[in-house]
């Protein structure tokens, strides 16, 4: 586990270092308008990857049956076919309202190809764990490492034409370049489980039911409640505060979040490898430490930082944003560890606690943005109460979420796999 933990570690601390260094010059050259166009974009292709694989990808990686795993790949590759022509239908119409009501301008272009960007997302994560089921850790750690080295040159270049739009599409073309570099290696499992044709092994998909009902449904509404700030506090605060949120997710969340996806599956694969009871629960805590260490380090780190920080690294333009990221760090740790330990629910076969725990968190960010809008003396008493009000309820959410998994774990008793 340790070894290919540090091979997935490797891809994707080479990939931030190379996201982090171009931030300091892409924000001399984009303002923060331009990052709320990036915000949009990952929000759509964010929900999209996450939603598209019918959460088939989850279950990769129980079956033993080889046969078995491929029917469980058809089944998600025939999900992505039908979330790319969902999202067209969905983004086509609507793009000229959401440029208006978001103030993006240039949306409507970014729109045209949205669908297909989706597409490589969703199918990227489908191979991700199709590598992760055959013990590969190289090609993911290579796609996590080369991915954000395109995408970075790509913003760049676009620069120049697309001053508000170019991050965006530098977003799109490390997609692309991540579902290119994921697909060597897995175009012979691709075909034999091809949407096309018939179900490898009759029957699997079926017997899975619980991932695109239950799961897909959860996670439906874990990443709306994620992704609600920016649908919410992009119209009532304007695309500045949108792009400083991007700033902040860029620099701290998304770092964090790639390095709990990433060992994540590891986490699960030997989880499931191991015996239920003592061995099962060691390696639980061990993880719970490891990432409460590494969200604690991030936090205080952040809590020290001077309050010229982000205008030192990024420009005056960004001086502001010291003050947003200081509020969000408590979300983005504690989002961290939930993230990372995230896949012992299914190891412990609780995916209908997970929807539970989904709903939860949709209901009470909305419960957070309507309480910091309509009190925000609650929250400090300024224009920001609606961001108190969603961080604050994400903290609590992840607190409960993690508690939750304790008890699910240390309860969990010799279940038939």
Not at 90 to 110: D, F, N, R
Not at 339 to 348: A, E, K, N, Y
Not at 371 to 399: M, R, S
Request: hydrophobic share 55%; proline share 5%.
């Amino acid at each position: 586990m340790i070894r290919r933990m540090a091979t997935l570690l490797g891809g994707s601390v080479t990939g931030q270092l190379v996201a982090i260094a171009s931030a300091f010059a892409l924000t001399r050259l984009y303002g923060p308008e331009a990052f709320a166009h990036l915000e949009m974009f990952a929000l759509v292709t964010g929900i999209g990857a996450v939603l598209g694989t019918g959460k088939y990808e989850q279950a990769l990686m129980l079956p033993k049956s080889e046969s078995a795993a491929q029917s469980l790949l058809w089944a998600g590759q025939r999900s992505v076919l039908l979330t790319v022509l969902i999202v067209a239908a969905l983004v086509w119409p609507t793009a000229g309202w959401v440029a208006k009501q978001w103030a993006l301008e240039g949306w409507w272009l970014i729109a045209v190809l949205l669908p297909a960007f989706v597409g490589f997302a969703a199918h990227s994560r489908l191979m991700e764990y199709w590598h992760h089921r055959q013990g590969k850790a190289g090609p993911v750690a290579l796609a996590n490492g080369g991915a954000p080295l395109f995408a970075e040159s790509g913003k760049f270049a676009a620069f120049a034409s697309l001053p508000l739009s170019g991050l965006a599409w530098g977003a799109g073309g490390g997609l692309l370049t991540r579902w290119a570099l994921l697909r060597r290696g897995v175009s012979t499992a691709l075909k034999a489980a091809s949407p096309w044709r018939p179900e490898p092994l009759a029957g699997t998909a079926k017997a899975y039911m619980d991932y695109p009902t239950w799961v897909l449904a959860g996670s439906a509404m874990n990443r709306l409640a994620q992704w609600l700030h920016v649908l919410l506090l992009g119209v009532a605060l304007g695309p500045v505060l949108l792009g400083m949120l991007g700033l902040a997710r860029r620099m701290v969340m998304q770092p964090l979040s790639i390095l709990a996806a990433s060992a994540a599956p590891v986490l699960f694969k030997s989880a499931t490898d191991l015996d239920d009871g003592a061995p099962l629960r060691r390696l639980f805590w061990q993880a719970l430490l490891a990432f409460s260490l590494i969200a604690s380090g991030v936090w205080i780190s952040v809590s020290l930082a001077p309050d010229r920080t982000t205008a030192w690294l990024f420009g005056e333009a960004w001086f502001d944003a010291m003050a947003v990221v200081r509020l969000l760090v408590p979300w983005f740790a504690l989002n961290f560890v939930a993230s990372g330990l995230g896949s012992m629910f299914h190891r412990v076969q609780k995916p209908r606690w997970i929807t539970a725990l989904d709903a939860l968190h949709l209901l009470v960010v909305a419960a957070g943005w309507w309480l910091g809008t309509h009190f925000p003396d609650w929250f400090g008493g300024n224009e920001w109460g609606a961001l108190v009000g969603i961080v604050q309820a994400k903290c609590a959410y992840y607190v409960v979420n993690i508690a939750v998994l304790i008890f699910a774990v240390m309860t969990h008793r010799h279940a038939d796999r």
